[in-house]
């Protein structure tokens, strides 16, 4: 079991920047991949990014290119994902996920654990 702890999210005016933490404990591997989600109300969950073990590969939606990066500490199993420029849009509960793979899935599916979640709201 993993388990994941989200921290950072709260409320912010638009063009503001957070920065989300995911701290991983409990069985972790030296082989995995991590990615953030989130979910607006009455929508689906989202890809938002992801990073591999190493941070030599990282996928991001076209909806955040270039505003969010996300990072990873293997030393506190920890990913980060800072988010600039925010918009109202970006406003939903950010997930983190865990997966044991050498590949870095962009589908909620694909991977195993979750945090709690953590709400981020962009006020225009």
């Known amino acids: 079991q993993v388990q994941l702890v989200e921290s950072g999210g709260g409320l912010v005016q638009a063009g503001g920047s957070l920065r989300l933490s995911c701290a991983a404990s409990?069985?972790?591997?030296?082989?995995?991949?991590m990615g953030w989600f989130r979910q607006a109300p009455g929508k689906e969950r989202e890809f938002v990014a992801a990073?591999?073990?190493?941070?030599?590969?990282?996928f991001y939606a076209d909806s955040v290119q270039g505003r969010f990066t996300i990072s990873g500490d293997n030393s506190k199993n920890t990913v980060y994902l800072q988010m600039n420029n925010l918009k109202p849009e970006d406003t939903a509960v950010y997930y983190c996920?865990?997966?044991?793979?050498?590949?870095?899935?962009?589908?909620?599916?694909?991977?195993?654990?979750w945090g709690q979640g953590t709400q981020v709201t962009v006020s225009s």
């Open positions: 996920a865990y997966d044991y793979t050498i590949v870095v899935f962009t589908t909620p599916g694909e991977y195993d654990y």
């Open positions: 409990g069985r972790t591997f030296d082989t995995y991949a």
């Open positions: 990073i591999n073990w190493s941070g030599d590969t990282t």
